[in-house]
T-cell receptor
Framework: NAGVTQTPKFQVLKTGQSMTLQCAQD?????MSWYRQDPGMGLRLIHY???????DQGEVPNGYNVSRSTTEDFPLRLLSAAPSQTSVYFC????????????????FGSGTQLSVL | DAKTTQPNSMESNEEEPVHLPCNHS???????IHWYRQLPSQGPEYVIH???SNVNNRMASLAIAEDRKSSTLILHRATLRDAAVYYC??????????????FGQGTILTVHP
């Protein structure tokens, strides 16, 4: 298994450009999420999904769009990049066991370092 | 989500045990307690998790208070490679926020040679 794969690893954008950060997992996980991490700060949840066709906002959703058309993929779209979106982005996934339990660990991708000039 | 509180930073010497505390006084009966760590310039990685009983794995031990309102991550012999930010989190188990998993600031662990 490859686990959680994020592409690209590095990206530089100009203000106003759009792009999509890709995230794919091959573990058949229902739950996927996106976080951003700014220097010296913890992880902040952007958007998450508990299954194909289901997405919800996290703590800092403004400026980002997501969709979940398949179990495997959860892309993060920046429609008009701003310098405030310069950050390291992490995608994460975990299984959803039967019922409402949290007895499943979270798997992270290696991150995408994004700079918006 | 149920909230967690951790010290901002802790220090240890190499080869000594480290006890990283976490308070989670609003924990519900079904919430598992998870610990993750983030090494410098890397993504977070799973360390350990548990519900009620103390848990051990090759990386660490997790001691959970009897009332479950606090827990302690134990690194039995700290190494320089254990220097990282350690996060204690409680994934939301149900309701409309099922799956929402937020991280706090974590504890920065410094290990001295």
């Amino acid at each position: 298994n490859a686990g959680v794969t994020q592409t690209p690893k590095f990206q530089v954008l100009k203000t106003g450009q759009s792009m999509t950060l890709q995230c794919a997992q091959d573990m058949n996980h229902e739950y996927m999420s996106w976080y951003r991490q700014d220097p010296g700060m913890g992880l902040r949840l952007i958007h998450y999904s508990v299954g194909a066709g289901i997405t919800d906002q996290g703590e800092v959703p403004n400026g980002y769009n997501v969709s979940r058309s398949t179990t495997e993929d959860f892309p993060l779209r920046l429609l008009s990049a701003a310098p405030s979106q310069t950050s390291v982005y992490f995608c994460a996934s975990r299984a959803r066991t039967g019922g409402f339990t949290t007895n499943e660990k979270l798997f992270f991708g290696s991150g995408t370092q994004l700079s918006v000039l | 989500d149920a909230k967690t509180t951790q010290p901002n930073s802790m220090e240890s010497n190499e080869e000594e045990p480290v006890h990283l505390p976490c308070n989670h006084s609003t924990i519900s009966g079904t919430d598992y307690i998870h610990w993750y760590r983030q090494l410098p310039s890397q993504g977070p990685e799973y360390v350990i998790h548990g519900l009620t009983s103390n848990v051990n794995n090759r990386m660490a031990s997790l001691a959970i208070a009897e009332d479950r309102k606090s827990s302690t991550l134990i690194l039995h012999r700290a190494t320089l490679r254990d220097a990282a930010v350690y996060y204690c989190i409680l994934p939301n188990a149900g309701g409309t926020s099922y799956g929402k998993l937020t991280f706090g600031q974590g504890t920065i662990l410094t290990v001295h040679p």
